[in-house]
């Protein structure tokens, strides 16, 4: 198991930029595909990014391919979210999610492992 925790939400404006910080620690991380996820307020939760356990490959949702920007350090066990060119409906709460795998997954039931959550927030 991995304790995961997630930072760097917030408030922004439509066109604005964050960038999302996961810690992770409990176990080897490296070896270990993470994701990103996201949940707005009545919708179920969505696949946002992926990145495999090497780093070597990233998988994006069209909703965000090209804003969007995934990536790891694993010397520092920590896992990001680059957001730029952030719109209203990005709006949701954001996830980081740890696979048991090093394969590159996108659907939630491959994740064991879940943070609690960041709130991002877009103004039109």
């Known amino acids: 198991q991995v304790q995961l925790v997630e930072s760097g939400g917030g408030l922004v404006q439509a066109g604005g930029s964050l960038r999302l910080s996961c810690a992770a620690s409990g176990r080897t ?8 996820f996201r949940q707005a307020p009545g919708k179920e939760r969505e696949f946002v990014a992926a990145i495999s356990g090497s780093g070597g490959h990233t998988y994006y949702a069209d909703s965000v391919k090209g804003r969007f920007t995934i990536s790891r350090d694993d010397a520092k066990n920590a896992v990001y979210l680059q957001m730029n060119s952030l719109k209203p409906e990005d709006t949701a709460v954001y996830y980081c ?6 394969v590159l997954r996108t659907h939630p039931v491959n994740f064991g492992s879940w ?5 991002v927030t877009v103004s039109s």
Do not use: E, L
Request: no cysteine; net charge neutral.
């Open 97 to 102: 999610a740890a696979s048991s795998t090093s």
């Open 115 to 119: 943070g609690q959550g960041t709130q």
């Open 29 to 36: 991380f490296s070896s270990y595909a993470m994701g990103w």
